[in-house]
């Protein structure tokens, strides 16, 4: 049964070629200079110049957290650069003055940027590097009211939301990784759906790192207004590079009375080779401000990066909100994922629901980390979270983390955990009816994932099933 | 179609197969009885390429071909087709998609364009029927929760729908009800062509009165023993293995 597979393990990353593009690249190194010097390149208002050397000052206090379950060579912060952006990017009128190759890299990614070709529908926003080169389906979605741009566009056209909202969930303050990205990030999308507005199509970031020894750190920031509705979906790849590059990003979401927030991310950064070297280390904070009769909802498939710390979470402030975490994270040769959730409860009847798969297989290792927090005014709050590991052959590992803290007695917590092994029994039950080793696979472990991928939007489940297929083919054996 | 020449076969490290000859013709069934742990599954297994049997002598050839030289699903995309004694359950993947899954791929090896999700949900109501089974089992996980009876109907369904040249159904009947037994056996009887060819193992002669074997072969201690006409079985069911395993010089009482 093993050949087959092995050849299958050592298919190549798909996305895993360089564009050529002339780049501006700030020399590696960071320093308030370097701050300044981002902020003049993208002619950023005084305001928030001040806040990201607060966020440098405060950054610099602070300790790289070593409490995740990964192990990594320490980070060389001045030997990273911390602004690339692809040289044609001046102030763009439409989308034909995007260098061609620019947009060929995105057709090679299957990512229309033309307005023309555009599958109706979605909105596309595409960071190259830490630059936006372009959003499409904006005047369509200007006619609802619905702002959908780049970051830096965002910081001269919309000041007033940007300022009113920039750190009001993920403080600069918050986190290592968050006040290095409040100091250096380069842009990102910013997206704000009116009061009562149902935002027409879905929303979609694709992310995109291209140039060597420059890390990656995008702000994302989305607001829905009372009523609001939106659904948003994030995609990333990158080249295969023998070094590892940095990746941190904060993304925000503000879902205010009555609104609901559903975001979606298909994370394919490059995971390194088998034996672990070269890949992303994915350093994120995701994190939602759900007020009065909100909901946010995080649906995250993990398969990409060499190291993931990421725990998308929900901030249940208002009565009577919600939030969701659905889950699919796979490893597979030296991936290591220390990936899961916050939800903490404030408000009255607030209720969350958590549901995390976890696929190790090669040599890989998968902890879920969560906490569910109810504070002491949160009544009648309830949880529920269900957290399952799957394993594929035996060096792979799954580690499960669940804090509770419960401050207030009328709360209702449930907790349900498995952990499973792919079995030689199932792959042959399903070769016995015509499938191949890599179907059987692919199907098992998107049965075990079903919970999660029907909360994907359906082009974006399609995706998500192939590419778990294709990060474990060769898995088993 | 089938000819099994002095097949020997061990399970980690250890012979269960001391050499079996068998030939299955088009247009037959053939029912292997003996007793437990005599090494029917273990054959059946053989025959459908479970990895972890090793195939230590003999050879197999399937419509003129070498069968031990195909991967399991080629051998189902050839037509062998095992219903498990004991299926296996694949959580969250509806029966629906895993049918239609295998019946393209087996449809794909013949050189056929795959079938639509509409089409195939109308061959499917059909071969419901032939099952007496409900819609709703099309939309439940492949054999999760499933009782052990609707497990062994649901091999039958899936035999049903993928249509095979060889099915081989190990103690199908164990575990149905007087009806289901009756349901399936029909569904067998109804799938019956000249062009293909059933094995089915079993300890009850109460199966073979619905499904009438044209041989009966008895498996002990790896070998058959004993082959006979659809009498042997009723003679098996009145008086028990002992004289059969004496004729053949085999210990007595060597039931697992
Ligand atoms: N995977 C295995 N590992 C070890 N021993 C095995 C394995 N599979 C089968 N055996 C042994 O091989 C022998 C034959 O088993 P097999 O399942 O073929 O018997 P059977 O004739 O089908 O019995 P039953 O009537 O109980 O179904 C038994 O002694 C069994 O314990
Ligand atoms: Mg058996």
Redesign the interface.
Known sequence: ?STDIEALVNREYQYGFVSDIAADTVAPGLSEDVVALISRKKDEPQWLLDWRLKAYRRWLTMKEPHWPNVTYPPIDYQGTSYYSAPKSVKPLQSLDEVDPELLRTYEKLGIPLNEQKMLSGVAVDAIFDSVSVGTTMKTELRKHGVIFCSFTEAVHEFPDLVQKYLGSVVPYSDNFFAALNSAVFSDGSFCYVPKGVRCPMELSTYFRINAAETGQFERTLLVADEGAYVSYLEGCTAPKRSTNQLHAAVVELVALDGATIKYSTVQNWYAGDKDGVGGIYNFVTKRGKAMKGSKISWTQVETGSAITWKYPSVILQGDDSTGEFYSVAVVNNRQQADTGTKMIHVGRNTKSTIVSKGISAGRGQNSYRGKVHVLPKAEHARNYTQCDSMLVGNACGAHTFPYIEVENKTATLEHEASTSKI????I??????????E?AVS??V??????VFKELPMEFALEAQQLLGITLEGSVG | MLKIDNLTASVGGTQILNGISLTVNAGEVHAIMGPNGSGKSTLAQVLAGHPAYEVTGGTVTFQGADLLDMDPEVRAQHGVFLAFQYPIEIPGVTNAYFLRAAYNEIRKAKGLDEVDPMDFLDLMSDRLKLVEMDEAMLQRSVNAGFSGGEKKRNEILQMAVLDPTLAILDETDSGLDIDALRIVAHGVNALKKPTNATIVVTHYQRLLNHIVPDHVHVLAAGRIIKSGGKELALELEARGYDWVLEEAGLATGAHA
């Open positions: 049964m079995g030689e029994d199932q042959f039950y399903l070769k016995q009816r015509g499938l191949s080793a179907q199907m098992i998107s049965g075990f994932c079903r919970e």
